[in-house]
């Protein structure tokens, strides 16, 4: 038995065909969720399923892929998704942001700015932006249809009455050029900045939701706010005690219990690199 | 006839037939700004199936519904495409329910509740949205401080009211309300009907009031309709029909007033 049990990539052709339409549709109309028929992988939902599907279908032999989860690319799910791939494509991969040509992340956008010549794959639990405030399906594609977000602001201004400021932190709300509504996933709402104008292709994929959905390279993306309360990057005002950056997106990490606490660059490939470049000073 | 003297509101021989089953039949009226129409009947006779139809949230099975729309233009509701219709009912319309959970998000604050319809129309103003939110609060006497409680914590009587002021808020038209006293006590609906009174009376407001209470009609409305089995049976003037009806249930529906 010399056949391999599964076709390059893990999933058939006809899969990833089906998969490559859905993507071209979202990329087609930047924002939509575009329903497809998610498949069951052989990883539970909510550990990426969407995301691996969409990585699965644009997969070449050529191809470098990095993964990371919350920035990072040696937690267990960056390293399980990359191994996946590694065995069932024998695809090269990489942790260095500038090498890889598909970046597969669970929510952190790195912070080394992407290209033309390479694709980011989100992970999205939950791709409906309306969905805590109407819960029904129907009325929320209505909704999509007429543009009527009336009710997202809502949320916002909730936030407001509550807090003071908006305290949506992440999965915070973006308009897609000037019309979609969209949730780009668990995100800090630090990187969504970075996704307006981003050189690279951006999907997304919701396997237990069967959305997907994309922002073309160099499209508008719009954080959502009030006039009297704009949107706010929202940054811990700390220095990455490793590589002393204080423009990065920061991990808190815990180092005891008598309330030690060290800030680090949530960005793991990046931090590396600045320390590298530190050293060959 | 100059533009305003057009009536706002015009149905011409609505009819809903559930299957067979007949849910109001060839209902003609005409309605002109600043009018208040009663419907009443008991339990069944096709009030609420008639407001709903002119709502546009059913479909006649024959019959037109027309509108004045702001433009001054006259329109077949049924021609409207939905994100018109939608507009419209966020704007220049008002829809009270009997049951407040179903005009209100009831886990969202008093606050935002009033203030959506503004920021579905484009607002984009903290401060101006909840300043336009506590106006409307005060006018309904809705406690500043409960601006941002949701109604989940609100009695029956205070989240009745807070329903007017969120339909209120964008000034319309034109409010339809589905039995707007049902389910309170008599003292709360009191104070309803006064507030409701004023408010109609203060802002010009046409309105289409769908009750089985006489008393509310005789309060509030000009013009009064009767409806039994689906059909309207006798209309007129409030007065005039409450004090001296000409058709045997509407005697019998006038005579079955308990004294006060």
């Not at chain 1, 405030?133 to 509550?162: C, F, Q, S």
């Not at chain 2, 209120?168 to 309300?177: A, D, K, S």
């Not at chain 2, 049902?182 to 507030?195: F, M, P, T």
Request: glycine fraction near 8%; include cysteine.
């Amino acid at each position: 038995m010399n056949a391999p049990a599964y076709n390059f990539a893990y999933l058939d052709e006809q899969t990833k065909r089906m998969i490559r339409r859905a993507i071209l549709k979202a990329i087609a109309i930047p924002g939509y969720q575009v329903p497809f028929a998610s498949r069951e992988m052989p990883m539970p939902y909510g550990w990426g399923t969407g995301g691996v599907q969409v990585t699965a279908s644009i997969l070449g032999p050529d191809d470098v892929l990095k993964v990371i989860d919350q920035g990072s690319d040696d937690t267990t799910n960056a390293v399980s998704i990359r191994k996946f791939f590694a065995k069932t494509a024998g695809v090269q991969t990489t942790t260095r942001t500038a090498e890889a040509t598909i970046i597969q992340t669970r929510h952190r956008i790195p912070e080394t700015p992407l290209t033309e010549d390479q694709v980011l794959v989100f992970q999205v639990p939950i791709p409906e932006p309306l969905r805590f405030l109407e819960p029904r399906e129907t009325e929320t594609r209505r909704m999509h249809a007429l543009a009527d977000y009336g009710l997202m602001h809502v949320k916002l201004y909730e936030d407001i009455a509550r807090h003071g400021h908006i305290a949506t932190t992440y999965a915070y709300p973006v308009k897609v050029d000037g019309r979609y509504v969209m949730d780009p996933s668990p995100t800090p709402k630090f990187d969504n900045p970075k996704m307006d104008d981003c050189a690279a292709l951006q999907l997304f994929g919701a396997g237990r939701e069967k959305r997907i959905y994309a922002i073309p390279p160099h499209t508008r993306v719009v954080s959502l706010d009030f006039e009297d309360h704009p949107f706010e990057r929202g940054r811990t005002p700390k220095t990455c005690e490793l590589c002393g950056a204080n423009d990065t997106y920061l991990d808190e990490v815990v180092t005891d219990d008598m309330g030690g606490r060290l800030f680090v660059c949530s960005d793991s490939d990046y931090c590396e690199k600045r320390r590298g470049a530190e050293q060959a000073k | 006839m100059t533009e305003s003297d057009a009536p706002l509101l015009l149905a011409e021989g609505l009819t809903k037939y559930y299957g067979r089953q007949l849910g109001c039949r060839d209902v003609s009226f005409a309605l002109y700004e600043g009018e208040v129409l009663a419907v009443v009947g008991e339990s069944g006779s096709g009030k609420t199936t008639l407001l709903q139809l002119l709502s546009t949230q059913l479909t006649p099975s024959a019959g037109h519904v027309r509108y004045r729309l702001r433009d001054g233009v006259t329109r077949d509701l049924a021609e409207l495409s939905e994100a018109e219709r939608r507009f419209l009912f966020r704007t220049d319309w008002g829809y009270v329910h009997q049951d407040a959970a179903l005009g209100l998000r009831m886990n969202v604050s008093a606050g935002a509740n009033v203030g959506e319809r503004l920021m579905a129309v484009g607002w984009r103003h903290y401060g101006r949205i909840r300043g336009a939110a506590a106006t409307w609060l005060d006018r309904v006497e809705i406690e500043a401080d409960r601006i941002d409680d949701p109604p989940l914590t609100y009695s029956g009587g205070m989240r009745q009211r807070l329903q007017i002021a969120r339909n209120l808020v964008t000034q319309p038209r034109l409010v339809f309300m589905d039995e707007p006293t049902g389910g309170l006590d008599v003292s709360v609906q009191a104070r309803l009907l006064d507030l409701l009174r004023g408010l109609v009376t203060e802002l010009g407001l046409a309105a289409v009031i769908v009750t089985h209470d006489l008393a509310v009609a005789r309060l509030l409305s000009h013009r009064i309709m009767v409806m039994k089995g689906g059909e309207v049976i006798e209309e007129g003037l409030t007065d005039q029909v409450l004090d001296d009806p000409r058709e045997p249930y509407t005697q019998l529906l006038v005579s079955s007033i308990l004294p006060a």
